[in-house]
C-alpha cells in the first residue's frame, strides 16, 4: 500500500527523487540514460529538459556533460549547478540532488541561446561523472577502463612506450613510481581522483596502479624542464607560447612579474610551495628545472601590468571571476565588491597588499595593489540600476518544497488539524537574506520519510474526525474530494487523469477510499510544493488567460499582450496561489481558487491583495516578517538563568510587543513608518508589564503605553534579549543587527575572505589577554570586556574600529530585555557576577547610507539611537529591500544576497528587480511612506505575473 501512495504522490510533473540512497564509495557499476527535451524555442534561444537515468549503482555526486553541435550555450540552469554553459556543457548537481539513487533519475533544465545559428541539434552524446550515457552498464574490471574513467580526464593516455601521459596534468611514471614506491596504491586510494578521494579503492586501485607500472621504462630519460612543468604545473596554470609570458590555465603567471618579484628565490618558492596540493613532489633538480624553463619566457619589454591580469594570478583561485554587471564574484570565496568597499574604502589596496593573497600575503603589494583595487572598483554598483522605459519585468520560474510553518498552516487551512506536524520537517527549512526561502531545497530520503509518515498519521486523524467532511456516501464523497478538496489542495492544478486516478481510490476501496486519498495527495508534490512556472506567453494568450476582449489599462490581459514571447505567464490558478503564500503564508482558500479566472482588472488585483492582507492569516504572516527581519526566530530557544524570570509566557509576550508596533504602523495609514522606531509607547500586556517592572492597570490583551527609554524594534526586549549571551549582553551582536536590520548595512562575516589570515589565532590570544586582565582587575564590563576582545584581533580590526564598537551604546539593556537602572546622564549600571559595574551609553554610528559614508551620528542608548535613525531616509530604502526580499524570495541589488547561499542576480534580472523596487520605493514615499501601501504595491507588481 506505502509503495502504491508513493507512485501516486511522486508525479512525473515534479520529480522528487533519491528515495533512501545508499551511499558507496565506488560504484562497481556503471550506466546511465538520458532522456533531452526542448520543451519551447524561439528566435535567439530554447528551453530544454533534461530526465538522467541511473542504471547503474548509486552514484553520489554526478556531472553530465555533453557537446553541442550547433554552437548553442546555457545562460541558465535548474535544479543544476552550471559549471560551463557551453558549447562544451557541464552541469553538476545541485545539494540537494547528488544523489542518484539504483534505478532512480533526476530532472533538471535550462534556457539555452542559439548564438545566431537558428540551428538547435539535440545532443547525441552524454557522459555522467566520465562515463558515457548509453543505455547499458559497465561492470569496469581492469585496469585501462578503471584508469579511463578516474584519470584520464586529467593525466590523459599513454603511447609508444613513453612514460609519460599525454593529459594536462601530465604523469612521469618512472618518477612516481620511483617516488611512491610501494605506496602509489596507497596514494591512489587516498587522493585519487583529486576531485573525488576515496572513488578508487579497493580493487580499483590496485588495478590502476598495476596498469601504471606496465608503463615504466627501464632506462628513464633524463629529466628536462619543459616536462617537469606539464608533470607538476601544467594543469593548474596552463602552458605558454613563445611571444606570451602569461601562461593560459585558470591560475595564470606572469613570468615578468613573478620573476621580478621573486627573483633568485622563484626556485626555493617553487621547492617550498608547488604544486600546491603536494609541495615536496617538485624538489632539488626538479624546482631547479622548472625555474630554468620558466625564465625562458621572460620578454625583454616589460609588458606593463594590469588589473585583470593580477586578478588572475593572485584573487582568482580563491575569489572566482566576475561577470559583466555583477558586483559580485562567482568564487569559493566569493567577494562582494560592494560590500569590500563599503568596509574597506580608501583602505582597500592597503588591505590588499598587506593581506592577500590568503597564505601569501605580500605576494601583490605597490603597483600590483593598486592596479588589482582598481580592476575591482570598475565592478562596484551604486546600487539598484536604471529602470529603462519599457523594461521588460519579470521574475524566475520556481518550484519550490512548503516551508515547515507554511506547511503547517496549509493543513490547518485545509483540515483544521490541531497538532503541530511542521515541527517534524522544520529541520529541512531553508533561508536565504535572513528570511524562510525553500528555493534549494528538496525532498529525499529521511525528509521524505517524513511527510509520508505525516502524511498517514493526519489521513488518519481526519477522517475520524469528519474532515474535510463526514463520508457517508462512496460516490458523493469521491465527488467532492476531487471537486473541492483536491482542487485545493493543489491549489487548481488538478488535471482530468489525476482525478480519474484519485475516483480509482474510491472505487477500489470503497470502506477506506477518503482515508487512502488524503494520505496519497498529502504525499504529492502537487501539495508539497509550490508551483510557479507558468506557461509560455503565446500559450497564455491562446488559452485567453485573464480576460483579452477586456484589457484595461494596466491589467494582466494589457500586458500579456506587449510581452516578448520567451517570457513564461503564470495561470490565474498560479498567481493567486503565489499572492496567498506571499502575503498570509498558506495555501490559498477554495473561495479565492474558485475566483482566480475573475480577476482581471487591477482594481479586482488590489482588492484580494487588501483582503489576504487584512485576513487572520495575513496579520499573522506579518509577524513572521517581523521575527525574521530583525532576527528574533530564535528568541523563544534562548536560556537564561531561572532566577531572571524569562520564561515562555514572556518571551511570547516580547515577540508580540514588537509585532504590536509594527501592525499599529502597517494597518494604520495616517501613521508613517518612522513611528515604528521613534514613536514614544510600546505595546504591553500584564505579563510584559510585570516582567518589565512597569506598573498600570493591564490585561491580557496588548494596549498601547508611553514608557520612556522603549518603543519601536530596537529598544524592545526581544530584540535585547535575543542579541546576548547567558552571562554578559553582546555589543557586537547589538550593534551588528541594528545597523544590518534597521539600516540594511552590509557586515562582512568574521570568517569572510575580508576577515584576514590567522583569524582563530589571534581570537585565542584575545581570549587569554582578557581572562588575564580579569585576573588582575576584576570583572569586566561587557562594553570593556569586547572592546578589549577586539582589540587584539587584527584581522577584525577595521571592521570593530570604524563599524561595530563605535555603537557600543546600545547598552541599557541587560541580557533579559529589562532597562538597566540609571548611573547619571548617559550612564547605566550593569551587574555581571554580583558586582557592579557603570557603563557609559554614548555611541556613534559612522555612515547612514552605508557604513562607509560621512554621516555621523552621535547617541546615548537604544531609544535615542531609534528615534535619530527614524529621521533618515535610509529606514525607508531598507523597509523597501526587506519587503522586497520577503515578498519575493528575491534580491533586488548584490548587496541583499546571502552571503552563505550562491546566488546570483543575471543583468536582465537585476534590472527587473530594480524597475520593481524602484516604482515601489516612489509609491511607498508618496503614501505617506505606508508599509501597507508598499507591500500592495508590491505584490500587484507584473514580477508576480511573469516569469522567465
Not at 241 to 259: E, K, L, Q, Y
Request: charge should be negative; charged fraction near 20%; include cysteine.
Amino acid at each position: 500500500m506505502k509503495k502504491f501512495l508513493l507512485t501516486m504522490g511522486l508525479s512525473a510533473a515534479v520529480s522528487i527523487a533519491n528515495f533512501w540512497a545508499e551511499d558507496t564509495s565506488y560504484a562497481q557499476s556503471i550506466g546511465c540514460n538520458v532522456d533531452y527535451q526542448v520543451e519551447s524555442q524561439w528566435n535567439v534561444g530554447f528551453t530544454a529538459q533534461l530526465v538522467v537515468t541511473n542504471l547503474g549503482d548509486t552514484i553520489n555526486g554526478w556531472t553530465l556533460s555533453w557537446t553541442f553541435a550547433n554552437g548553442q550555450t546555457i545562460n541558465d540552469s535548474w535544479n543544476s549547478t552550471l559549471r560551463s554553459g557551453g558549447p562544451n556543457v557541464e552541469l553538476e548537481n545541485a545539494a540537494w540532488n547528488r544523489t542518484i539513487p539504483s534505478g532512480g533519475n533526476i530532472s533538471f533544465g535550462f534556457n539555452g541561446a542559439l548564438n545566431g545559428s537558428g540551428t538547435n541539434s539535440i545532443p547525441t552524446s552524454f557522459s555522467l561523472n566520465g562515463v558515457r550515457c548509453n543505455g547499458s552498464i559497465d561492470n569496469p574490471s581492469d585496469g585501462p577502463t578503471l584508469w579511463a574513467e578516474n584519470c584520464q580526464g586529467c593525466h590523459g593516455s599513454f603511447s609508444g612506450g613513453n612514460p609519460v601521459s599525454s593529459g594536462p596534468i601530465a604523469i612521469n611514471v618512472n618518477n612516481a613510481v620511483e617516488r611512491r614506491g610501494d605506496g602509489l596504491e596507497s596514494f591512489i586510494e587516498a587522493s585519487m581522483p583529486s576531485n573525488a578521494p576515496g572513488d578508487c579503492v579497493g580493487e580499483c586501485s590496485e588495478l590502476v596502479g598495476e596498469y601504471l607500472r606496465q608503463f615504466v621504462t627501464e632506462v628513464e630519460p633524463a629529466p628536462d624542464g619543459e616536462t617537469l612543468w606539464a608533470e607538476n604545473c601544467q594543469g593548474c596554470h596552463g602552458s605558454f607560447t613563445d611571444d606570451n609570458p602569461v601562461s593560459s590555465g585558470r591560475i595564470a603567471i606572469n613570468i615578468n612579474d613573478a620573476v621580478g618579484r621573486r627573483g633568485d628565490g622563484l626556485e626555493s618558492f617553487i621547492e617550498t610551495s608547488m604544486p600546491s596540493r603536494s609541495p615536496e613532489d617538485c624538489v632539488g633538480e626538479c624546482s631547479v628545472l622548472v625555474g630554468e624553463y620558466m625564465r625562458q619566457f621572460v620578454t625583454d619589454i616589460d609588458l606593463s601590468a594590469d588589473g585583470e591580469t593580477l586578478w588572475t594570478e593572485n584573487c582568482q583561485r580563491c575569489h572566482g571571476s566576475f561577470t559583466p554587471g555583477s558586483s559580485v564574484s562567482s568564487g569559493p570565496n566569493r567577494l562582494d565588491i560592494n560590500a569590500a568597499i563599503e568596509q574597506r574604502g580608501a583602505t582597500l589596496e592597503a588591505y590588499i597588499s598587506s593581506s592577500m593573497p590568503a597564505g601569501a600575503a605580500g605576494d601583490c603589494v605597490g603597483e600590483c595593489s593598486e592596479l588589482v583595487g582598481e580592476y575591482i572598483r570598475q565592478f562596484a554598483s551604486d546600487g539598484p540600476m536604471e529602470c529603462e522605459e519599457n523594461a521588460q519585468i519579470f521574475g524566475s520560474r520556481v518550484i519550490k518544497v512548503l516551508s515547515s510553518q507554511e506547511y503547517q498552516k496549509s493543513l490547518e487551512d485545509l483540515l483544521g488539524i490541531n497538532e503541530n506536524y511542521g515541527e517534524s520537517v522544520a529541520i529541512y527549512d531553508g533561508y536565504r537574506g535572513g528570511f524562510s526561502n525553500m528555493v534549494d531545497r528538496d525532498l529525499s530520503g529521511t525528509s521524505l520519510e517524513t511527510y509520508v509518515a505525516n502524511a498517514e498519521s493526519i489521513a488518519n486523524w481526519a477522517v475520524n474526525n469528519g474532515r474535510p467532511f463526514d463520508c457517508n456516501n462512496n460516490s458523493t464523497c469521491a465527488r467532492r474530494f476531487v471537486d473541492e478538496f483536491l482542487f485545493t489542495a493543489f491549489r487548481g492544478l488538478v488535471t482530468e487523469d489525476q482525478k480519474d486516478e484519485y475516483r480509482q481510490l474510491f472505487n477500489q476501496y470503497p470502506s477506506d477510499g477518503l482515508r487512502i486519498a488524503l494520505q496519497t495527495a498529502l504525499s504529492s508534490p502537487y501539495f508539497l510544493y509550490r508551483i510557479e512556472t507558468g506557461v509560455p506567453a503565446a500559450t497564455a494568450r491562446q488559452r485567453g488567460y485573464y480576460d483579452p476582449d477586456q484589457p484595461n489599462s494596466g491589467s494582466p490581459a494589457e500586458l500579456l499582450q506587449n510581452i516578448s514571447n520567451d517570457t513564461y505567464v503564470l495561470s490565474p490558478h498560479e498567481l493567486v496561489s503565489a499572492l496567498s503564500f506571499r502575503l498570509t503564508g498558506s495555501t490559498p482558500s477554495y473561495e479565492l481558487l474558485q475566483a482566480a479566472s475573475s480577476i482581471t482588472t487591477p482594481a479586482q488585483l488590489s482588492q484580494q491583495v487588501e483582503r489576504l492582507l487584512d485576513s487572520p492569516r495575513g496579520r499573522s504572516h506579518l509577524k513572521t516578517f517581523v521575527t525574521e527581519w530583525f532576527h528574533l526566530k530564535n528568541l523563544k530557544d534562548i536560556v537564561r538563568s531561572a532566577d531572571t524570570g524569562l520564561n515562555s509566557e514572556v518571551k511570547e509576550a516580547m515577540l508580540s510587543e514588537v509585532h504590536e508596533h509594527f501592525a499599529h504602523v502597517f494597518y494604520n495609514n495616517t501613521v508613517p513608518f518612522s513611528e515604528f522606531y521613534d514613536g514614544n509607547y510600546t505595546f504591553l500586556n500584564r505579563t510584559l508589564a510585570n516582567f518589565y517592572g512597569i506598573q498600570g492597570n493591564f490585561g491580557s490583551q496588548f494596549a498601547r503605553t508611553v514608557v520612556q527609554g522603549r518603543g519601536g524594534p530596537i529598544a524592545s526586549g526581544a530584540f535585547m534579549a535575543s542579541h546576548a549571551h547567558i552571562e554578559r549582553t553582546s555589543p557586537i551582536l547589538r550593534a551588528v543587527h541594528a545597523r544590518q536590520s534597521a539600516l540594511c548595512h552590509y557586515i562582512d562575516p568574521p570568517d569572510s575572505p575580508l576577515g584576514g589570515p590567522d583569524i582563530a589565532a589571534q581570537r585565542a590570544a584575545a581570549q587569554q589577554a582578557v581572562e588575564e586582565q580579569e585576573a588582575r582587575e576584576g570583572v569586566l564590563s561587557s562594553r570593556d570586556f569586547y572592546f578589549l576582545f577586539t582589540d587584539n584581533v587584527d584581522a577584525c580590526a577595521v571592521c570593530h574600529e570604524q563599524i561595530i564598537n563605535p555603537m557600543f551604546g546600545l547598552e541599557d539593556f541587560d541580557n533579559v530585555g529589562r532597562r538597566r537602572p540609571s548611573a547619571g546622564q548617559n550612564m547605566v549600571t550593569e551587574t555581571i557576577r554580583g558586582q557592579r559595574k557603570t557603563v557609559s551609553l554614548s555611541g556613534t554610528l559612522y555612515g547612514v547610507n552605508s557604513t562607509s559614508d560621512s554621516q555621523v551620528i552621535e547617541y546615548a542608548g537604544a531609544k535615542d539611537f531609534s528615534n535619530k535613525i527614524a529621521q533618515t531616509d535610509q529606514i525607508n530604502v531598507c523597509l523597501v529591500r526587506r519587503s522586497f526580499r520577503f515578498l519575493t524570495g528575491w534580491a533586488y541589488e548584490e548587496r541583499d544576497l546571502d552571503a552563505e547561499a550562491r546566488e546570483s542576480i543575471p543583468a536582465d534580472r537585476r534590472e527587473a528587480y530594480s524597475c520593481v523596487a524602484s516604482e515601489a520605493m516612489s509609491t511607498f514615499a508618496n503614501a505617506n511612506h505606508s508599509p501597507r501601501v508598499l507591500f500592495r504595491e508590491l505584490a500587484t507588481s507584473p514580477l508576480m505575473l511573469f516569469r522567465k
